[in-house]
């Protein structure tokens, strides 16, 4: 094998390796694809709103509950009954479960932004190192 023809080889296979796209259908004629993942500000901030207005609701009406059940459970403890210890122990679980979701929807509507802004940096990021892979398909051709 002459070494032209080796090198034509080689300059076939490395075109093939630099045309592969992971995770994404290239555009018709631009042999790059577009974005999959898109969510705009007005998605996210519609999102954190909607967390916030549960976490206010659930912080009211989600507690509604819990004085009543704590009186019901000492009276029962203190009248003798098995059961008082029991709706004790419902009402220390529902505190914790209930402080553990008004914690989740407090920090959704605070990692919505943060997410866009990773997510943007990283779109750039892949796309600035895609350039060169890019340019050496083009003279490749």
């Known amino acids: 094998m002459s070494f032209d023809e080796e090198w034509a080889e080689l300059r076939a296979a490395a075109a093939e390796r630099s045309a592969m796209r992971i995770n994404s259908v290239p555009d018709e004629g631009s042999g790059g694809g577009a974005p999959d993942l898109v969510v705009t500000r007005a998605d996210l901030n519609r999102i954190g709103e909607d967390a916030h207005e549960l976490r206010g609701r659930l912080s009211k009406q989600g507690d509604h509950a819990r004085p009543s059940t704590f009186d019901a459970a000492i009276a029962l403890t203190n009248g003798e ?27 959704i509507a605070n990692h919505l932004d943060f997410t866009k802004a990773v997510h943007s940096k990283d779109d750039v990021r892949v796309e600035g ?13």
């Open 81 to 107: 009954f098995v059961s008082g210890s029991a709706l004790l122990k419902v009402h220390d679980r529902w505190s914790i479960h209930l402080k553990t979701l008004l914690d989740a929807c407090g920090q």
């Open 129 to 141: 190192a895609m350039a060169p892979v890019s340019k050496l398909t083009e003279y490749l051709k």
